[in-house]
């Protein structure tokens, strides 16, 4: 059994600094990701799977293989969608809250800003000796409206899982894994 201890709910935890620290000096390899969307909107959950990677300019780029190929930039202001044939797309992160959460948070624990998530985020975060858990409530008003919460989880200096809760009942949950090993 698992016993996780509610340890802080502010980013000046020395604990929550030290894993930031070391998540961001660990590989900046790409991740693998599986990811599953529940909605009442949907029959059946939709499954997509990939690999998401950080780039030193701030970029967060998620390269989708099933159910098709697409690839998602996130930048600090907005995201561009493309496909194979041409397809391209591109919008302000504002009109889709739950990426700009994603970017703010990850782009925070990838760097080591425990400080920069406290802007965006109020935070509680439990941890034993290995594993942990980190929920994050959006503080901003546009984003809360359409995000309950973002819950990272992982063991040592690894986020396994990121979780979007959003309203209305839809769940995006995503396991992480080292790209090499699909």
Same mark, same amino acid.
């Given at each position: 059994?698992?016993?996780?201890? %509610?340890?802080?709910?502010?980013?000046?935890?020395?604990?929550?600094?030290?894993?930031?620290?070391?998540?961001?000096? +660990?590989?900046?390899?790409?991740? !693998?990701?599986?990811?599953? =969307?529940?909605?009442?909107?949907?029959?059946?959950?939709?499954?997509?799977? +990939?690999?998401?990677?950080?780039?030193?300019?701030? =970029?967060?780029?998620?390269?989708?293989? %099933?159910? =098709?190929?697409?690839?998602?930039?996130?930048?600090?202001?907005?995201?561009?969608?493309?496909?194979? !044939? +041409?397809?391209? =797309?591109?919008?302000?992160?504002?009109?889709?809250?739950?990426?700009?959460?994603?970017?703010?948070?990850?782009?925070?624990?990838?760097?080591?800003?425990? %400080?920069?998530?406290?802007?965006?985020?109020?935070?509680?975060?439990?941890?034993?000796?290995?594993?942990?858990?980190?929920?994050?409530?959006?503080?901003?008003?546009?984003?809360?409206?359409?995000?309950?919460?973002?819950?990272?989880? !992982?063991?040592?200096?690894?986020?396994?899982?990121?979780?979007?809760?959003?309203? +209305?009942?839809?769940?995006?949950?995503?396991?992480?894994?080292?790209?090499?090993?699909?």
């Amino acid at each position: 059994m698992l016993l996780l201890t %509610q340890v802080a709910t502010s980013s000046s935890d020395p604990d929550l600094i030290s894993l930031f620290e070391r998540i961001a000096a +660990g590989p900046s390899a790409s991740l !693998g990701f599986e990811e599953v =969307r529940t909605s009442e909107l949907l029959q059946q959950p939709v499954l997509i799977s +990939g690999t998401l990677s950080y780039a030193d300019d701030g =970029r967060l780029i998620r390269d989708i293989q %099933q159910p =098709r190929r697409e690839t998602h930039i996130l930048f600090q202001d907005h995201v561009e969608i493309s496909r194979p !044939g +041409g397809y391209f =797309r591109s919008f302000s992160l504002h009109k889709a809250p739950e990426l700009q959460a994603l970017r703010y948070a990850l782009s925070a624990v990838l760097t080591g800003q425990a %400080q920069q998530l406290q802007e965006h985020f109020d935070l509680i975060w439990w941890h034993d000796h290995e594993h942990w858990r980190l929920r994050l409530t959006p503080r901003d008003e546009a984003v809360a409206q359409a995000l309950e919460a973002l819950v990272m989880s !992982g063991h040592n200096d690894q986020i396994d899982a990121i979780e979007l809760q959003l309203r +209305g009942a839809e769940l995006i949950h995503m396991d992480l894994y080292a790209a090499d090993q699909d």
